[in-house]
């Protein structure tokens, strides 16, 4: 998942992302029960990067340049999405069951107004029972990110102008949270908990938890010891890798009633000190580079996972499935990893850093080629006739 703020180029916080989207990777292919919760390790990062960015901004210029904001989080993260899912709607319609493909459309208008998970929540659509038929059901943690990038700014550029303002965002963020954590509690005691698990309100303790590690913590944050630091850094790190393997996903006894809240505490606490001791021990171990380069490319890595994982085909259970099992992760992750590297070099890094083709004129006519382009795939694409692919058991008899 993406990160844009000064504080990216902290090897440790890149290392966290290359962690976190590794559990992902894992939980999706069935190996890492608890690995869903490295995407509160991601909202989190999020938090506290765009906050750390928004009260930079605060104190150089003393008001914020949200059409600017706004502008720059939509060249970071549009352009990768959109070759996604255009590649996905083509890949589906020659390869995918009619009843995904027929999905993959009814997702597709949602996925671009960022509130796929609402359609989610809105239609019923369990996120654990009936994630294998969408290939979109991922997006639902973009479109959380995304609403927070809509309304975070503006508490912000309220609640931190003037003096005290970084101690009054950290007071707001944390009031956020617990209302957050306490809508969970009331809704995640549901059957399904769809509702709990991608409700954007639900969700939104993660990332406020990062916003406020972001403010006045990093003075509390100063005053340890660099030993004690290290020591913190580890019994952290340990403690959510622990969740991840402990945690047997959603059915998991207090995940809704207050465990995942404090795993994005944790992570919170981790974050804000990594931060500020990046060249630790710990911080060197986490931004090393393989963990790193892995949290470079976490975001495109995340977009491209899952219609990989759902459009290659499975092994069948059966006898040494577990090899296969294993054999079919690694090539899972391996197209997904190519995907990713495609997708950064080709598309996100020159929109990024401003290549020729992605700015003045030609950028807007790029950019409106490939909405014209996306819009016109979407409706081109023949709509598979419900029940199309299935066995009329009725005439089985005749």
């Known amino acids: 998942m993406p990160a844009t703020s000064r504080r990216a180029h902290i090897g440790a916080l890149d290392g966290l992302r290359g962690l976190a989207v590794a559990a992902v990777l894992l939980f999706h292919a069935g190996h890492l029960g608890g690995g869903f919760l490295g995407v509160d390790l991601f909202f989190v990062l999020s938090g506290f990067l765009i906050t750390g960015l928004l009260l930079d901004e605060l104190g150089r210029h003393g008001r914020l340049g949200l059409a600017a904001f706004w502008a720059r989080r939509a060249r970071r993260l549009l352009p990768a999405l959109t070759l996604m899912v255009v590649a996905t709607l083509l890949l589906a319609w020659a390869f995918a069951r009619p009843d995904m493909l027929r999905s993959a459309l009814q997702d597709a208008p949602w996925v671009a107004a960022q509130s796929v ?13 009936a994630s294998g038929t969408r290939l979109f059901a ?24 003037g003096p005290g303002g970084q101690r009054r965002v950290a007071l707001v963020a944390v009031a956020g949270a617990l209302v957050s954590l306490l809508l969970m509690i009331k809704l995640g005691a549901a059957v399904d908990t769809t509702r709990a698990y991608e409700g ?56 809704f009633q207050g465990g995942m809240f404090a795993h994005s505490l944790g992570s919170a606490v981790l974050i804000a000190l990594l931060s500020h001791v990046p060249d630790g021990r710990m911080g060197r171990v986490i931004g090393s580079a393989a963990p790193r380069r892995l949290g470079e490319l976490s975001y495109s890595l995340y977009l491209w996972h899952w219609p990989i994982y759902l459009l290659l085909p499975r092994p069948a259970p059966g006898p040494g499935s577990w090899a296969w099992n294993w054999a079919w992760t ?3 992750i391996g197209l ?13 890094d020159p ?22 382009t996306a819009l016109g795939l979407w409706a081109a694409i023949p709509r598979p006739v419900p029940g199309a692919g299935t066995v009329d058991l009725s005439r089985l008899d005749q």
Not at 226 to 252: F, Q
Not at 351 to 372: E, I, K
């Open 117 to 129: 998970n609402w359609h989610y929540i809105g239609e019923q659509i369990g996120y654990w029972d």
């Open 138 to 161: 991922h997006l639902w943690s973009i479109g959380v990110e995304w609403q927070f990038y809509l309304a975070w700014p503006l508490i912000v550029a309220v609640a931190g102008r």
């Open 200 to 255: 954007s309100d639900t969700r939104a303790f993660s990332l406020l938890l990062g916003a406020a590690a972001a403010a006045p913590a990093r003075n509390v944050v100063a005053r340890l010891p660099r030993p004690a630091t290290d020591v913190i850094c580890v019994l952290l790190l340990c403690g959510l890798g622990a969740s991840w393997v402990v945690t047997a996903g959603e059915k998991a006894p207090g995940l």
């Open 330 to 332: 690694i090539a899972a």
């Open 336 to 348: 997904s990893l190519l995907a990713a590297v495609v997708s950064k070099t080709a598309v996100e």
């Open 351 to 372: 929109v990024r850093l401003r290549a020729g083709w992605a700015t003045g004129r030609r950028g807007w006519a790029a950019l409106a080629v490939t909405a014209v």
